[in-house]
């Protein structure tokens, strides 16, 4: 049910991947929007990653710590201009290390999170992504997943096939979702947004942003 009859609760999806709704409040979401406002432009651009067969991915993408290509990590953007990429910030980290407690109710595994990369994905009316596996990082350490703009279908899957069984979730504006432990190498995707969902308040108008951090575990 997509209305707000039901209250949305904190959710435990799969063992280790829980959904915690409304995370984040307005002015934090509208912080977050002007920041990726400013990373989008540069010192690496916002673009559409190339997939090997060609075919390009229609959310566009920023890296911030490590940039990411399909499919690994480097410093520089080699797929985008060769820039460096910028450096995640501290706030954001810590950010991600309060993400990890909520998800979990445990201080202790927040205090451990230490993220070294952040990939900000933007939806427009159109994008999509199939269902996949984060899988080029070295470390086995949580996804911390935020969501501002426009809602969306978050398919979380398995971690054997691309394939049922899964879940579907409907993320809103400061939803968080953290995936670690048994799911941390599950199959997910989102099929579609809704269009025209944002609250204004996020600071966007239209579209969705999505930011995943991830430890890569590279040196
Ligand atoms: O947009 C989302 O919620 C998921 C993003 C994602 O799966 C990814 O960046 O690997």
């Given amino acids: 049910m997509s209305g707000m009859l039901l209250p949305r609760e904190h959710n435990e999806v799969a063992p280790g991947a829980v959904h915690v709704p409304d995370w984040l409040d307005g002015a934090e979401q509208r912080r977050i929007v002007e920041a990726c406002r400013r990373w989008a432009v540069g010192p690496v651009p916002m673009r559409s990653a190339r997939l090997p067969g060609g075919r390009r991915m229609s959310v566009q993408t920023v890296c911030l710590g490590w940039h990411w290509q399909p499919y690994k990590y480097s410093r520089t953007a080699d797929d985008a201009g060769g820039g460096q990429v910028a450096e995640l910030p501290e706030w954001m980290a810590e950010l991600g290390r309060r993400a990890v407690s909520a998800a979990y109710r445990d201080e202790d595994a927040g205090r451990e999170y230490c993220p070294d990369t952040a990939?900000?994905?933007?939806?427009?009316?159109?994008?999509?992504?199939?269902?996949?596996?984060?899988?080029?990082?070295?470390?086995?350490?949580?996804?911390?997943?935020?969501?501002?703009?426009?809602?969306?279908?978050?398919?979380?899957?398995?971690?054997?096939?691309?394939?049922?069984?899964?879940?579907?979730?409907?993320?809103?504006?400061?939803?968080?979702?953290?995936?670690?432990?048994?799911?941390?190498?599950?199959?997910?995707?989102?099929?579609?947004?809704?269009?025209?969902?944002?609250?204004?308040?996020?600071?966007?108008?239209?579209?969705?942003?999505?930011?995943?951090?991830?430890?890569?575990?590279?040196?």
């Avoid at 054997?160 to 190498?185: A, N, Q």
């Fill in 119 to 219: 990939l900000i994905n933007y939806y427009d009316d159109a994008a999509a992504m199939g269902m996949h596996q984060d899988k080029d990082e070295k470390t086995d350490a949580p996804v911390v997943s935020l969501s501002i703009g426009d809602n969306c279908v978050f398919r979380f899957g398995n971690t054997e096939t691309r394939t049922k069984p899964y879940t579907d979730v409907e993320l809103h504006s400061g939803d968080l979702f953290v995936f670690g432990g048994p799911s941390r190498f599950a199959y997910h995707g989102v099929p579609k947004t809704y269009p025209g969902t944002s609250d204004p308040e996020c600071g966007m108008k239209q579209g969705r942003i999505n930011i995943t951090m991830r430890r890569t575990g590279m040196e």
